[in-house]
């Protein structure tokens, strides 16, 4: 049982690497449970609503290992998972890139036909 992604504390440790200013909204909701509680939400410039039903890629990377037990210590004390984190981060930083130099639109992967190869 994860506790959730605490957004403004997210936003404010990441804005160091990406220097996006990020601005907070309060959104009040009524919880099932009898207390009332408000929400903070951080809204990023440029930031895009990431679909959960989207497609993945595994991939493998090396990472400092400083920077690897920092990201540990984050999750566990934000009780999320590691790669939403690292997604988090990793949208951020695009966002930002996009802002200074526009649109990344990536390349469409031409697949070969195995039965065109031996002909």
């Known amino acids: 049982m994860s506790k ?12 160091g690497l990406t220097s996006v200013r990020s601005t907070t909204l309060e959104v009040h909701h009524q919880p099932n449970s009898s207390s009332n509680s408000k929400e903070k939400i951080t809204s990023i410039p440029g930031d895009k609503q990431i679909s959960k039903g989207g497609s993945k890629e595994r991939i493998c990377t090396s990472v400092d290992k400083n920077v690897m037990n920092k990201i540990r210590t984050i999750s566990e004390t934000e009780g999320i998972q590691i790669n939403e984190l690292i997604t988090l981060g990793l949208d951020m930083v695009i966002s930002k890139y996009e802002e200074t130099h526009g649109a990344v639109r990536p390349k469409k992967i031409n697949k070969g036909n195995i039965d065109n190869i031996f002909r």
Do not use: R, T
């Open 4 to 15: 959730g992604i605490n957004k403004d504390s997210m936003s404010s440790l990441l804005e």
